[in-house]
């Protein structure tokens, strides 16, 4: 038996899967978005991980107690910001926050080749931008921040306590050198916090 967890925007998905790939059984909970102004949209860690407890929960618990391994998938590019001892400092900054737009045009204007050091054009949707937003409105919480984890990797750390992240959410941070698949000297533009993948 395999069990998956999606951390989506509006829930979290629990799935049970037998040997062949059939599903077994399957739970969620909801989620609730906070839009504190507009542009804004943000959600509570700790929001994440008790959903995560009762859609677990939520499965019939003989099935559970075959479970194998865990796959975890979820929603990209949050901000998720703790300190030393890896509580939340804030509300996470989701996917779909625009607030950073102004950030974003000041990193590339920083890196001319964040373009093709990531892959990508910098968007607010992406994790760099945000952390440079929080360091310029937020900066009290910014100097506690310890490390920065996207929402499902947090849940990764609720369960196993490590911080860890894969390559394919990492592209959409802005930190990482999809070419080299490594860390991109790009998040220096920011900060020299430690990123999940290094």
């Known amino acids: 038996m395999y069990l998956g967890i999606d951390i989506g925007t509006s829930g979290v998905k629990a799935v049970l899967v037998d040997e062949s790939g059939a599903i077994v059984a399957q739970a969620s909970d909801s989620l609730d978005v906070s839009r504190p102004a507009p542009g804004f949209s943000e959600q509570d860690p700790e929001a994440w991980w008790h959903a995560t407890v009762n859609a677990v929960r939520?499965?019939?618990?003989?099935?559970?107690?075959?479970?194998?391994?865990?796959?975890?998938?979820?929603?990209?590019?949050?901000?998720?910001?703790?300190?030393?001892?890896?509580?939340?400092?804030?509300p996470a900054i989701l996917w779909n926050d625009g607030r950073s737009a102004l950030e974003c045009i000041d990193l590339e204007h920083r890196e001319p080749e964040s373009?093709?050091?990531t892959g990508n054009i910098m968007m607010p949707g992406f994790t760099a931008p945000k952390l440079?937003?929080?360091s310029?409105?937020?900066?009290?919480?910014?100097?506690?921040?310890?490390?920065?984890?996207?929402p499902k990797d947090y849940i990764?750390?609720?369960?196993?306590?490590?911080?860890?992240?894969?390559?394919?959410?990492?592209?959409?941070?802005?930190?990482?050198?999809?070419?080299?698949?490594?860390?991109s000297l790009l998040g220096a533009a920011v900060?020299?916090?430690?990123?999940p993948w290094a």
């Open 58 to 90: 939520g499965l019939p618990a003989v099935a559970r107690s075959g479970v194998r391994a865990v796959g975890l998938s979820g929603q990209m590019h949050g901000a998720t910001l703790l300190d030393a001892e890896d509580r939340p400092l804030r």
């Open 136 to 150: 310029r409105h937020e900066p009290a919480i910014f100097r506690n921040t310890a490390s920065v984890l996207l």
């Open 156 to 183: 990764r750390l609720k369960l196993i306590g490590e911080k860890i992240s894969d390559m394919s959410d990492a592209s959409g941070t802005g930190w990482l050198n999809v070419g080299k698949r490594d860390r």
């Open 191 to 195: 900060t020299t916090l430690p990123v």
């Open 132 to 134: 440079l937003w929080v």
């Open 115 to 117: 373009r093709i050091i």
